[in-house]
DNA sequence: CGATTCCTTGAGCGCATTCAACACGAGTGG
DNA sequence: CCACTCGTGTTGAATGCGCTCAAGGAATCG
């Protein structure tokens, strides 16, 4: 656990050749999109505020970060989170102003592109331009199925499945080590992941401890049996869509492209 | 009510064109768009299951469809809504398959847009596109909204707040007479919606009528006192980002586009 | 070492659920 | 025509999941 902080391996392109092989330009590009003004926050600042100008796309190239409302009489409720890898909204500067915040989770890096360059670099590499809607269409999924967790879910199953599915999203990013992940997450955070109470998180929290399922040390999460936990949480890994969906439009740099019985 | 069934005034059109004013080009082609293959389906059929591979985009042309996924257990959450003029995904064929299902609340017709028809268009029309992609902006902070309301609001918040936003939603589209709109939800429905039980929408919508807030007869929502729905349900309409964001972009058939001072 | 943040526990209450029954209208078939 | 079903809306009663309030303990940090 003590291993020296790798620079680490391009969160986002590992996470977009879950989608599609990329050709050599395209990560080249895809990495120019990640050097773009580089920025880094402190945990807790605000990278935007509610009723800014969007002018930028962030791609979050380390540490959380998390989107969230307030209702006017101050209830908070945390609408997204931001794992190393995340893009926060692909051409969000068609609107005008942010309808919400986003903050940092934990000190965080991010790239910050313009229009200008996004456009760009999407007009001369179209498969990564497509890597990047298939990101935008897997986080609406996962939006939905928050909404499954919110409408549906009791509390045990909402913190289960948020264990599941932060891991497999990490694992997707490159971030997991065998069963475990990095889990920087205060009871109070998860409460207004969740929409439950801090109390009721932390009882709830301690019951998916004492099941046997899962263990945190030091923010850490070990998962003791991903399949248990997986099912105790009504998870289906489908709405990460992280099977190579796109696979038929490998860039062909070898001659796999052939092979793959898709297209 | 028992006006005849006007070819409705292009309900995608005039919900664009609160994003920006769009060239007769630009308005003829998403005519195009909407002529596409249309089919009709009867109230409670799928449009698409579960697990199908996505080949077209669809538009919504006329009455109400919804989206909605199941719990193994049986549970059912609804975690979005189609309008008249909204688009179930653009791109969603990225994606090998369905993570959820696409039902007709009412009776519903859509516009059956194939990839290479939509490609063809939004190419050749590029101020078209950036006006889809708001739609899918907009439709992604909807989602945020809904989930504000199942994480945080109380009952009566979300019924009320589900009223006014399909009211104004409906009203982009230009589906609304004064202060009333279809209502087609049936208490089930808005059950499965806000994530409660059928027995407390009941009770909850009762009491929202009893406040004096709304009245409904035949299937048809009236608002009495938008102003104190409104504060009732904590609802802020800035997430619908309805106040012509991109009016810079306008198409300047005329000289209009030099006097809005922005740009 | 004090201050702050985070975690934990107890007790009581309440919002929402479940179960069960009934009313009503529309549609269907005998 | 009536009997029947089915979907929808309504109501009552009992239970419970999760909330609030309150306080104390543990960990982290300047």
Redesign the interface.
């Known amino acids: 656990m003590s291993a020296p902080v790798q620079p680490p391996s391009n969160a986002l392109i590992r996470k977009l050749e879950h989608?599609t092989r990329l050709s050599e330009e395209d990560r080249a590009a895809a990495l120019g999109l990640c050097g773009e003004r580089v920025q880094r926050f402190r945990a807790k600042d605000d990278l935007v505020r509610e009723g800014e100008a969007p002018r930028v796309v962030r791609i979050v190239l380390d540490g959380w970060a998390c989107?969230y409302?307030y209702?006017?009489?101050g209830?908070?409720?945390v609408?997204?989170l931001f794992l190393p890898g995340d893009i926060c909204?692909l051409?969000?500067f068609?609107?005008?102003?942010m309808?919400?915040f986003i903050g940092a989770v934990t000190s965080v890096a991010v790239a910050q592109v313009t229009r200008d360059a996004f456009e760009a670099l999407t007009l001369a590499h179209p498969r990564l331009l497509?890597a990047l809607?298939?990101e935008?269409?897997v986080?609406?999924?996962i939006?939905?199925?928050?909404?499954?967790n919110?409408?549906?879910?009791t509390a045990f199953e909402r913190i289960a499945h948020l264990m599941c599915e932060l891991y497999l999203r990490l694992g997707a990013a490159g971030r997991t080590q065998g069963l475990s992940c990095e889990w920087p997450l205060t009871q109070a955070m998860i409460a207004?992941i969740?929409?439950l109470s801090t109390v009721h998180v932390n009882r709830t929290f301690q019951a998916v401890r004492e099941e046997g399922l899962v263990e945190v040390r030091d923010r850490v999460l070990t998962i003791r049996d991903l399949d248990a936990l997986m099912q105790a949480a009504?998870f289906?890994p489908?709405?990460l869509?992280l099977?190579q969906?796109?696979r038929h439009l490998d860039a062909n740099d070898g001659a796999e492209a052939a092979l793959t019985g898709r297209g």
Do not use: C, F, I, P
Not at 143 to 148: G, N, T
């Open positions: 989608y989107r409302k209702l006017e009489d209830r908070r409720q609408v997204g909204d051409n969000v068609l609107l005008r102003e309808d919400h497509q809607w298939w935008t269409l986080n609406m999924a939006q939905r199925e928050w909404l499954m919110l409408g549906s879910r207004d969740t929409g009504l289906s489908n709405y869509h099977g969906e796109g």
